[in-house]
């Protein structure tokens, strides 16, 4: 009991104290000392006169005042001195944490949990690269973002410029915009409007704008769109080579017609007929002729309606 | 692109890419690796492969059989084997990665000697670069090795530093973030193991290996003279009669066989000082020189060298991994402080 209250009391000693008390005991002065550890007397009576002054001022870098303490320490035989609690003000931070930390192995939950947010992050990035280039890449896109920003102005603009057009044209274009259950898509008003407005005229502009607020209704989806096909028809009083396409690129005649060959075609307008001897055909729209002067010997290329 | 995402998963690395030992510290977690730089390569019908690497390895040294080969890929503090070195740091890095799924890309700042040259620098980028590094820093091993000792190096104040590592010893005096003096001699713990191995052999006729030579130095080796006489005994191959034999060395004897590699050491250390500018000199001659590496903890070396060059000589605080954790701290200063401390390489 007395020698733990002995221990006790021995470990209440400064540090500076138990070198002082080293050094008297070894029988050294200060000069002995600082001769030993070749450093000034003025850096041994700071050690042992106001360590903790030194301490809390800094006036010597951690570094080297530890580097001191310990060379005195072992210069007098002082074993203990990490025990002393103004030694360990003077050990870094990372001196607490003992020992050398082992690498972190990984468990098998962890690992798998990893490997399905890794996962999930590629799948989410793909997913958001894929819509991009979707988007960036449909026609769709670009025209429904074309077309419902001039959709209106379509309608409004040109509604001044299809008063001036051909009326006997315009009479057959109202009578199908007319039909009760049309509808125009809003993906192809932009072209469905050049087609169909260029041939409107006053009555007929009447009759779309009752019509229109009647029955014809502007959707998104381009499921619904009805194309309106009509008819061309060529007579042949000659020999005539003949290439006729639709709107749709769909090639609808292709060929040497002979005199006395009648050609009937139905498809989207308007048509662009390439005639090899347009003189020798009578070419008739919505069983109207049309009537156009062509040089004998000359191919004719053309677009019904012009 | 894709090694910069692979990046997002990767520690910053800070590698004392030493000859003796490889330690690895990471920001925020000290030091997480500490291996010996040996590597046991097994050749077979398909080539060379990797065995082992590390503490393993090191166990395998002066006991492989004919297909297998512990290789130390370091030697002098640079790159002896490419191969092997890359092998080893890509085995390192991949061991202090949680990420098993993805290799990792880390940003990686190597400690290289002040002494190598620009040829050994770039292997040792390149080694680097080659086991999956995103970017790799070079630094001085003295300037990283005060940084980490916690020497005052950015201040107008001459601070020397000597690094006493497996195959070379640095020293340098460092004043504002900079090396005003550098040098490095290729002397280290290797030229102690060696100069064991050959005192016994002349005195004892007998060959120890790299190993037991090793362990004489851990245990009994001294740099100064003490009272405190130590012995080991040891096993070895009688040159003359072929066989093992037992004898017992003591601490005055392994002084003896260290006294070439010591000189060696001592004579750096003057050598620097003389060359040192004054003023700086004036500043070490009062605060005193700071020894780091495994080199360090040679007993009474610090004594040797006070003795020597009548200046204060501590040890540092844990001076086996002050090179690796200085690097990791100067790692953590790129972002605040630019390069300024590190090598222009």
């Known amino acids: ?306 | 692109m894709f090694k910069m995402f692979r990046g997002m998963f990767s520690n910053d690395l800070s590698i004392d890419l030493g000859t003796a030992n490889t330690l690895i510290y990471v920001k925020d977690q000290g030091i997480v690796l500490d291996e010996p730089s040996v590597v046991a390569i097994r050749m077979d019908k398909n080539g060379k492969r990797v065995a082992a690497v590390g503490t393993a390895a090191k166990l395998m040294l002066g006991k492989t059989p004919g297909n297998i080969q512990a290789i130390r890929p370091m030697k002098d503090g640079v790159i002896a084997d490419f191969y092997i070195t890359e092998k080893m740091l890509q085995h390192f890095i991949k061991q202090v990665h949680n990420n098993s799924f993805m290799r990792p890309s880390p940003r990686v700042l190597v400690c290289v000697p002040c002494g190598s040259t620009q040829v050994e620098r770039r292997a040792i980028r390149e080694s680097a670069m080659g086991a999956g590094a995103r970017d790799v820093f070079l630094i001085d091993e003295p300037m990283a090795a005060a940084i980490g000792a916690g020497m005052p190096v950015s201040e107008a104040k001459g601070s020397m530093v000597v690094d006493i590592g497996g195959g070379t010893t640095e020293v340098a005096v460092i004043s504002l973030n900079g090396i005003v003096y550098s040098a490095s001699v290729r002397i280290g713990g290797d030229k102690f193991d060696e100069a064991i191995i050959n005192y016994v052999r002349r005195n004892y006729g007998c060959t120890i290996g790299e190993i037991t030579a090793e362990r004489i130095k851990h245990t009994i080796a001294i740099a100064y003279p003490i009272d405190d006489i130590k012995e080991i005994e040891v096993r070895g191959v009688n040159v003359a009669e072929g066989v093992p034999r037992s004898f017992t060395l003591n601490s005055n004897e392994i002084l003896e066989a260290l006294q070439e590699p010591l000189s060696g050491i001592v004579s750096a250390v003057m050598a620097a000082l003389e060359k040192t500018p004054p003023e700086l000199a004036a500043d070490i001659a009062e605060q005193g020189m700071v020894l780091t590496g495994g080199g360090a903890l040679l007993c009474e070396l610090d004594r040797l060298l006070s003795e020597e060059s009548g200046i204060p000589v501590i040890v540092a605080d844990d001076p086996l991994t002050c090179v690796a954790r200085g690097g990791g701290m100067a790692l953590e200063m790129i972002d605040t402080h630019g390069g300024d401390v590190f090598n222009g390489d």
């Open chain 1, 1 to 306: 009991m007395s020698d733990q209250i002995k221990d006790k009391n021995e470990q209440q000693i400064p540090l500076e104290q138990a070198l002082k008390d080293g050094r008297l005991a070894a029988q050294l002065s200060v000069e002995d000392i600082a001769l030993r550890l070749n450093l000034k007397k003025t850096v041994i009576r700071d050690i042992e006169d106001s360590l903790d002054t030194v301490i809390a001022e800094a006036a010597y870098p951690k570094v080297y005042l530890r580097g001191y303490l310990v060379n005195y320490s072992k210069e007098i035989g002082l074993d203990d001195l990490e025990s002393f609690p103004q030694y360990q003000q003077l050990l870094g931070p990372e001196k607490s944490a003992t020992g050398l930390k082992n690498p972190h192995i990984m468990t098998y939950d962890e690992k798998s949990y990893n490997k399905s947010l890794i996962i999930l992050l590629l799948l989410f990035v793909a997913m958001v690269v894929g819509v991009t280039v979707f988007w960036k890449t449909s026609p769709d896109s670009t025209k429904a973002s074309a077309g419902s920003a001039s959709k209106t102005d379509n309608v409004e603009m040109r509604l001044p410029e299809t008063a001036s057009q051909d009326v006997e044209t315009s009479t057959l274009d109202i009578q199908q915009q007319a039909q009760p259950g049309v509808q125009i898509e809003k993906n192809n008003a932009l072209s469905s409007a050049q087609t169909t407005q260029q041939n409107v005229d006053n009555n007929g502009l009447e009759a779309l704008s009752s019509t229109s607020e009647q029955s014809v209704e502007i959707t998104d989806s381009p499921e619904k769109t009805v194309l309106t096909e009509q008819t061309l028809t060529l007579k042949f009083k000659d020999e005539c080579w003949t290439e006729i396409f639709d709107a749709t690129g769909k090639r609808l005649a292709f060929g040497l017609y002979t005199k006395g060959e009648q050609l009937k075609l139905a498809g989207t307008p308007p048509f662009n007929l390439k005639l090899g001897n347009p003189i020798a055909a009578d070419v008739f729209y919505q069983d109207k002729l049309y009537k156009k002067s062509f040089r004998a010997g000359r191919t004719a290329n053309f677009k019904l309606p012009e």
